[in-house]
T-cell receptor, first 115, second 114 residues
Framework: SQKIEQNSEALNIQEGKTATLTCNYT??????LQWYRQDPGRGPVFLLLIRENEKEKRKERLKVTFDTTLKQSLFHITASQPADSATYLC??????????????FGTGTRLTIIP | EAQVTQNPRYLITVTGKKLTVTCSQNMNHEYMSWYRQDPGLGLRQIYY???????DKGDVPEGYKVSRKEKRNFPLILESPSPNQTSLYFC?????????????FGSGTRLTVV
């Protein structure tokens, strides 16, 4: 069956360290992968997108890698800050049977940065 | 400000009473979609629309209807709500269908059906 797994439900990281979140998938062939941030009671906010033919993308303190052989994406936040505490969602961009594209979400990892 | 606006933010209703959740975007986006979010299940797509008058089912369409008569609006209709439709609902839009574009989400509608 198709599955998207994000490494753990919750992750606690000391302030200033690098937080690494994992997104693994099975039985999918995504064309691209997106990462979102979601704060409690709010809608997800788009952070980064990486295509299947790209290995790495960076944006300020954020870095995303995409390994289609391992079927895995890693999301890194360097020099983490308490304000980075949130739930982070990965989403696979897939081609549907009708040629349309569809975004399928993982259940998220709740990240807490400890001062 | 570029945004997706959902109304209402909170809604408590009784089983069987028809309701509509509105969604409007001011970014001239072609693609719009509805998701529901439940603990442990993540975001699941209900319906999506590629453009005006073009809609299609997502993963969990049962019990829901949508329409796209104008580009900016994409209402979600529950003809006869049931308690298993109690959930947090999000509307999202994108310039086009994925690829180079992330989704912009609304602030959510928390629906309780008693």
């Amino acid at each position: 069956s198709q599955k998207i797994e994000q490494n753990s439900e919750a992750l606690n990281i000391q302030e200033g360290k690098t937080a690494t979140l994992t997104c693994n998938y099975t039985n999918y062939s995504p064309a691209y992968l997106q990462w979102y941030r979601q704060d409690p009671g709010r809608g997800p906010v788009f952070l980064l997108l990486i295509r299947e033919n790209e290995k790495e993308k960076r944006k300020e303190r954020l870095k995303v890698t995409f390994d289609t052989t391992l079927k895995q994406s890693l999301f890194h936040i360097t020099a983490s800050q308490p304000a980075d505490s949130a739930t982070y969602l990965c989403a696979l961009g897939l081609y549907s049977n009708f040629g349309n594209e569809k975004l399928t979400f993982g259940t998220g990892t709740r990240l807490t940065i400890i001062p | 400000e570029a945004q997706v606006t959902q109304n209402p933010r909170y809604l408590i209703t009784v089983t069987g009473k028809k309701l509509t959740v509105t969604c409007s975007q001011n970014m001239n986006h072609e693609y719009m979609s509805w998701y529901r979010q439940d603990p442990g299940l993540g975001l699941r797509q209900i319906y999506y629309s590629m453009n005006v008058e073009v809609t299609d089912k997502g993963d969990v369409p049962e019990g829901y209807k949508v329409s796209r008569k104008e580009k900016r609006n994409f209402p979600l209709i529950l003809e006869s709500p049931s308690p298993n439709q109690t959930s947090l609902y999000f509307c999202a839009s994108s310039l086009s269908t994925g690829l180079a574009y992330g989704y912009t989400f609304g602030s959510g509608t928390r629906l309780t059906v008693v």
